[in-house]
Every structure is written in structure tokens, then in C-alpha cells.
Nanobody, 125 residues
């Protein structure tokens, strides 16, 4: 059974940092992605990472500020978020499917089959 559990969200001031974690189980070689959903907006792909081929992809809005990484020994994917802005406020979800990490899949959340419960990130002074 595939299971994803996010953690690490919270309240942070603009310019601050947070590191999100996604603990995964029940599968071996899948791509894992981070998505976010803010009130009144569509769900947005933030970043993804492959498994056997450690390719990464980022949304333009987070390039240079967010970094995705994967620790296969711990079955955990991290999203390091720096220089946070109020517009980064959202519920962040990790997701997985038997797909690779590409810009196409990052921009199309409906292809990702399994989702975690989400963690709230609020950027505010």
C-alpha cells in the first residue's frame, strides 16, 4: 500500500526558510513531486524528482529558491524552501506515480495517483 506523509510546514516570516519532508512507503522506483494549493487558486506543481535517474524539475516561480532532494535509504524526499514569499502560502502535498519527473508531469497534477494529506505553509509577517 502506497503511503505518503508530509511534515515540516508552519508559519514563517517573508525571507525565511522551511524544509518539508515526505516520508514514502509501499513503492520502489517512482518519481515524487511536490504540489501546492492556495485558496482561490488551482493546484500547482512545485517540484519533482526522479528515482533511478535523479532528474529534477521546478516551477518557474520557485527556481533558485527551492531545492528538492531524495534520500532513498530513508525513503524520504525533502523540499528546502528559502527566501519564502507571502505568495508561497499554501497547503503543500507530495505525490507519486509510476511516472518520471518531467516538466509535463509537473504541470499536470492529474497524472499523479497517490497523494499525502498535506502540510500548511504560511508566509506572513
Amino acid at each position: 500500500q502506497v503511503q505518503l506523509v508530509e511534515s515540516g510546514g508552519g508559519l514563517v516570516q517573508p525571507g525565511g526558510s522551511l524544509r518539508l519532508s515526505c516520508a514514502a512507503s509501499g513503492f520502489t522506483s517512482n518519481g515524487i513531486g511536490w504540489f501546492r494549493h492556495a485558496p482561490g487558486k488551482e493546484r500547482e506543481g512545485v517540484s519533482c524528482i526522479g528515482d533511478s535517474v535523479p532528474r529534477t524539475s521546478y516551477a518557474d516561480s520557485v527556481k533558485g529558491r527551492f531545492t528538492i532532494s531524495r534520500d532513498n535509504a530513508k525513503n524520504t524526499v525533502y523540499l528546502q524552501m528559502n527566501s519564502l514569499k507571502p505568495e508561497d502560502t499554501a497547503v503543500y502535498y507530495c505525490a507519486t506515480a509510476d511516472i518520471s519527473c518531467t516538466n509535463f508531469y509537473l504541470r499536470n497534477p492529474n497524472y499523479w495517483r497517490y497523494w499525502g494529506q498535506g502540510t500548511q505553509v504560511t508566509v506572513s509577517s
